[in-house]
């Protein structure tokens, strides 16, 4: 399996940006689609944005933050990242990145076999 850990978490004001960073090692990266997902207090882990594993327009994103969101890949530094742009107070959760091994993505949790330990987002209001 890939070992994944999250860096870029913080609390940002309504409206505000963050990037979210996921830094892969273990095996090879070029390989695995990527997600991200996230889970605020009381709900359900759920998608947010996938990519494939050869990148480009080859991304999926979940309807609430799809063109505020924009996952990308560089393969080169094992990472994928995801920038979050209009941030809303809806948006505060802790942010997971996650591998899938077939490297086509996925929107289901199952379907993905490494997950890092997370970073919390927060979004005040």
């Known amino acids: 399996q890939v070992q994944l850990a999250e860096s870029g978490g913080g609390l940002v004001q309504a409206g505000g940006s963050l990037r979210l960073s996921c830094l892969a090692s273990g095996r090879t990266f070029s390989n695995y689609a990527m997600g991200w997902f996230r889970q605020a207090p009381g709900r359900e882990r759920e998608f947010v944005a996938a990519i494939s594993w050869s990148g480009g327009r080859n991304t999926y994103y979940a309807n609430s933050v799809k063109g505020r969101f924009t996952i990308t890949r560089d393969n080169a530094k094992n990472t994928v990242y995801l920038q979050m742009n209009s941030l809303e107070p809806g948006d505060t959760a802790v942010y997971y990145c996650?591998?899938?091994?077939?490297?086509?993505?996925?929107?289901?949790?199952?379907?993905?076999?490494?997950w890092g330990q997370g970073t919390q987002v927060t979004v005040s209001s």
């Open positions: 996650a591998a899938e091994g077939s490297g086509l993505g996925s929107l289901r949790p199952v379907d993905y076999e490494s």
